[in-house]
C-alpha cells in the first residue's frame, strides 16, 4: 500500500495481527507516497536562500545574514520571522500556531477558524521587530528570516534538511525533495516518483477527510497510507485498526493487505465444522467487497468465500430458503 506523506515520512504498514484461530502474513504490495505537507509555495522547485546574497558586498554579507539562524521560531519551523494573521490581526509564529490557538476548545465555536495561508501580507522580524511585506530578507536589519522561502506560500523555515519544494499542482510546499516525487493530477497530490506507473489512482483521494479521525487529509501534518483500492487514510489510524483485528478499507471495504493466510484458516474451521442436516443445502447470495461480483454459495455460519477471488471477504445479501 502506498504511503502518502505530509509532514514526515511515512513508514510500511505493520503486518496483521491475528486471533488465536487466524495467523496472517502480509504480502500484499506495499507502495509508499512520502510527499509532505509544510505550507503553500510556487512551482515544483526549491526556494533557497538567494546565493548571490551569500556573496560579499551583498546585505551586509553572510555574517548578518546568518544573524539568530536556528535561534528562532517555534514547534513547527525555525525561522526569524512571525506573522500578522489576516483573518483576526494578530501576531503568530506560524500558521499552525494560530490554528492551534484559534481552533482550541476554549475559543467560542462560532469565532474559530484556520487562517488562509496564501493571504498573509505582513511578516514581523524577530530580530529587530520590523513589520514588513513579505520578503526573504529584512528590509532593517539585513537578517535572512528564513533559508527556504515561497512568497506564493509564505512560507520561512531555516531548517532546509526537509529538502522543501513547492507543487504548482498540489498548490503547496512539500518535503522530500522535488526529484523524488511527482504530481499526480487525477488524484490531486504528490506521489513518490517509484509510483509513477504503478500507484492505485483515485480522483482527488486525498482532498477528503481520513475515514478514521476526520482530519483532513491534504493539509494533515502526519503520514498518510494509500490503500490498494486507492483511498487513503492517517497510517496511525490504519495502524490502529489492525491492532483491532480489522484489515477492510473502511470506505470500500476491499482488503487493505494480503490475506491469503488468513483465508486458509477459513478453510481449515469451515471444513472442521459441518452444518446440521437442515442447512446443508441451504443456499444464498453473496457480494464479494475484494472483486465486487455477485456469487450463490451454500450457507455456512462461519463465513461464506467468493467462488471467483477465493476471498472470504463477503457479506450475505439475500437467502433462497432451500
Known sequence: MASVAVEYCGTACAEPKLSENAA??????RFRKKAHELEPQCSHEEHVLDKELMKPGKVAGTERLDKGYMQYG???YRRRCR?????CNEIFSCRHCHNDAKNSISIEQKLRHDIPRHSVEKVICSL???EQEVQQVCKNCGVCMGRYFCGVCKLFDDDTSKEQYHCNGCGICRIGGSKNFFHCNKCGCCYSALLKTSHPCVERAMHQDCPVCFEYLFESRNDVIALPCGHTIHKACLEEMQEH?????????KSVCDMSKVWEKFDL???ATPMPPYCENKMVWILCNDCGRNSEVKYHVVAHKCPHCKSYNTRQTRGLGR
Open 24 to 29: 496472517a502474513e502480509e504480502n500484499g504490495t
Open 74 to 76: 517555534c514547534s513547527h
Open 83 to 87: 506573522i500578522r494573521a489576516p483573518c
Open 128 to 130: 529587530c521587530d520590523t
Open 245 to 253: 483485528y480489522q484489515y477492510a478499507c473502511p470506505i470500500c471495504s
Open 269 to 271: 474451521e469451515i471444513a
